[in-house]
């Protein structure tokens, strides 16, 4: 059985692990943005390919760092605020980025279109309701 001490720094370990990933996360997202700030072809990069995998990695650090949590009952100590706090700036700094490159994106794919953007008209009480019973 593992020491409160052992369980302490293996989750602090994890939450490090964590933290790296996020920063490769974060590094990875410059680095569409400069394409997309560029040329915006994100095709040839290769970068959906890396999302993929780093996305795959991140869903591993949080399930192994959830079994971690519920196995012991880890007390919040300066180092894991100190670590814990590290990670989520890194992650915030990340989920702002990819909010940046997703309007590249949009702009990219709108400007890229045959020119014209179809409105599509607000639907009224009547069609709504129309729809609602042809789907009953």
């Known amino acids: 059985?593992?020491?409160?001490?052992?369980?302490?720094?293996?989750?602090?370990?994890?939450?490090?692990?964590?933290?790296?990933?996020?920063?490769?996360?974060?590094?990875?997202?410059?680095?569409?943005?400069?394409?997309?700030?560029?040329?915006?072809?994100?095709?040839?990069?290769?970068?959906?390919?890396?999302?993929?995998?780093?996305?795959?990695?991140?869903?591993?650090?949080?399930?192994?760092?959830?079994?971690?949590?519920?196995?012991?009952?880890?007390a919040k100590t300066p180092t894991l605020r100190s670590v814990a706090a590290k990670a989520q700036r890194v992650l915030l700094k990340a989920m702002l980025l990819d909010k940046e490159n997703e309007q590249l994106l949009l702009k990219h794919a709108l400007s890229s279109s045959s020119g014209e953007v179809q409105i599509i008209p607000k639907p009224t009480a009547k069609q709504v309701r129309k729809r609602y019973e042809f789907q009953n």
């Open 1 to 74: 059985m593992e020491t409160p001490q052992a369980a302490r720094v293996s989750v602090i370990d994890l939450i490090w692990a964590h933290s790296t990933l996020c920063e490769e996360v974060y590094s990875l997202l410059l680095d569409e943005n400069q394409i997309l700030r560029g040329a915006g072809r994100l095709e040839e990069s290769g970068i959906l390919d890396k999302k993929r995998m780093l996305l795959k990695a991140l869903d591993d650090s949080l399930q192994q760092m959830r079994a971690a949590a519920r196995a012991t009952a880890v």
